[in-house]
Structures are given as structure tokens and as C-alpha cells.
């Protein structure tokens, strides 16, 4: 289920966000783009990623949840790529934890 969960997640973030620019897999089930757009584009994009994730069955009986944060050149300070990804990625850990409270669910419980 977990390889089907990722390869189909990549699937849908290309189909979504690969028509502007390059999608990476970091390691895992963590992705990365690269992507030459406007915030308008990318939000409008990520809300079609929403769709298509809502929209996905697959074999198992598991939904495919995306947390998705962007970085613009111009939010980060000094404009490099690695002060951008950085920024994205922590503004990406923010979403999660605020889904995760949000819906009450406790990630971390002791097993």
C-alpha cells in the first residue's frame, strides 16, 4: 500500500504542477518542484492537486494526503535556490502540523 500510496502521489504532482517546471522526489515520501509560475498559477495548480488527490482510489482503502507550501524567490532574503527550498519546506511542516491539530489527530502517540 505505502508503494502505491508514493508512486501515485508522484504521478499526481506531475500531472499537476510538472507542466511548470521539474517534480523531484527527495527521498521517501517527500517531493520537491521546481516550478516557473506566478502564486496565482500555483494556486489555482494546487487546488487541482487537491482534486485529483480527493478523486484518487487505489487498490488499498487509503487516501492520498499532499501537504503542499510553496517559496517564491522574492520571499526568501537573499533569493537562493537552497534559502527558498528551505522556506518551502518549513512552511510545509507548518500545513502538517496545523492539519494534524486541526482534524485532532495525535501522530505521535506512545505505542
Request: hydrophobic content about 35%; overall charge positive.
Amino acid at each position: 500500500a505505502g508503494d502505491e500510496l508514493i508512486r501515485d502521489a508522484g504521478r499526481l504532482i506531475r500531472e499537476n504542477l510538472g507542466k511548470y517546471g521539474m517534480v523531484y522526489r527527495a527521498g521517501g515520501d517527500e517531493f520537491f518542484a521546481l516550478l516557473r509560475t506566478d502564486r496565482s498559477t500555483f494556486e489555482k495548480a494546487k487546488a487541482q492537486l487537491d482534486k485529483s488527490c480527493a478523486e484518487w482510489k487505489g487498490n488499498f482503502d487509503f487516501p492520498i494526503r499532499i501537504s503542499v507550501e510553496m517559496a517564491m524567490k522574492e520571499d526568501a532574503p537573499d533569493g537562493q535556490l537552497s534559502s527558498i527550498y528551505k522556506l518551502a519546506d518549513q512552511r510545509m511542516y507548518e500545513a502538517k502540523a496545523e492539519y494534524y491539530r486541526v482534524n485532532h489527530i495525535e501522530r505521535r502517540k506512545n505505542r
